[in-house]
């Protein structure tokens, strides 16, 4: 497994959460569970296949079959250097599409063509281009939880980790103090309060991370002695603003890694908490839970059936595609 701070085929580490994980699994689904990952790791091998998983997903897909692991960042970067014909995406359709996009001549497959996400379903490629007409000159700076099609209409790509660095390269190479960034207005308001830039935002939300409030932050700290509060930058700005720390899923790990602190709350999707738990087994996460349907649409079952069956191949239009990925590069290319 390979993440931003772990090594390739680390498996003795894998194996040890591998473990954790089994112990708090009846006996009948710990059956089925080690069938799938065997299963997975003899397919990936016969099809010459590696998984990209998202930090969001569970614990058994994370630490039994990913080959890389990480934020949306890190996922995009690492496809880019993928020896492998096959790649297949644990995570969202928009995080599949950028897989494909950094890899034209790969075959991407995601297990269930269904895992959207609300962002990337809240702007449309005419909405972007509407918003450009309202506002001409300005540069446009998607956030990667887009479609290829809205990417394709945009200057930048960014994620959670280099909101703030994208929005400030951007304006500099425009020669302009605002921008337009889009889809998540939490995202938005948030990079606004880093930066003397403005940001003119889109009026989309994370429906994981735009339901938790201040108030919750309030009743984990009473809870709770001496917890340390990590936030997701797609959180509302109260919330943000009453955490410790805020930083995308990968600054979040690397935080805790860092600190090793005593007690911990992250506020973000669920499995995160046990993803990053398994590794830092002195800190206790205490879990506000809010879980994305999305991702849970991703399981090791059906990243099998997808390995089987070579199925849900992602396709983008070339003309879209080459357009799109001009967008991610220029991301991919800032220092
Ligand atoms: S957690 Fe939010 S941003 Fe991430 S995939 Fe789910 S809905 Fe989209």
């Given at each position: 497994m390979q993440s931003s701070n772990t090594c390739a085929n680390n498996y003795s580490f894998a194996d040890r959460a591998y473990a954790s994980i089994s112990q708090r699994m009846l006996p009948a689904e710990l059956a089925l569970m080690q069938d799938d990952i065997a299963a997975v790791r003899r397919l990936k091998q016969e099809r010459n296949a590696i998984i990209l998983a998202h930090n969001y997903q569970t614990p058994e897909i994370y630490y039994?079959?990913?080959d890389i692991v990480g934020d949306s960042l890190v996922l995009a970067r690492e496809a880019m250097n993928v020896d492998a014909s096959v790649i297949v995406v644990a995570g969202v359709h928009f995080m599949a599409e950028t897989a494909k996009l950094l890899n034209p001549d790969k075959t991407v497959l995601i297990?269930?063509?269904?895992?959207?996400?609300s962002l990337a379903e809240s702007i449309t490629a005419t909405d972007v281009r509407n918003l450009r007409r309202r506002h001409p000159g300005l540069p446009i700076i998607a956030y990667v939880n887009t479609s290829a099609a809205v990417k394709a209409e945009v200057e930048y790509c960014c994620t959670s980790a280099n909101a703030k660095r994208v929005v400030e390269f951007a304006a500099h190479e425009a020669g302009t103090d605002t921008v337009i960034m889009l889809p998540d207005r939490y995202l938005a308001a948030n990079t606004a309060r880093t930066t003397s830039i403005n940001i003119i935002a889109w009026d989309g939300a994370c429906e994981v991370h735009q339901r938790f409030a201040a108030a919750d932050i309030a009743h984990v700290r009473a809870q709770y002695e001496n917890v340390t509060v990590l936030a997701h930058p797609e959180c509302p700005e109260d919330v943000v603003e009453v955490a410790d720390f805020s930083g995308s899923t990968a600054a979040m790990a690397d935080f805790i890694r860092k600190h090793r602190p005593t007690r911990v709350a992250l506020i973000?999707?669920?499995?995160m908490s046990d993803n990053v738990a398994a590794e830092v087994p002195e800190t206790e996460f205490v879990k506000p839970c809010n879980l994305c349907p999305h991702m849970k649409r991703i399981t090791l079952g059906n990243i099998r059936l997808s390995l089987e069956t070579m199925g849900k191949e992602v396709i983008i239009e070339p003309v879209i595609a080459s357009r799109a990925r001009i967008s991610v590069e220029r991301m991919l290319a800032i220092p």
């Open positions: 039994g079959v990913a297990p269930d063509s269904r895992a959207g996400c973000t999707e669920c499995s």
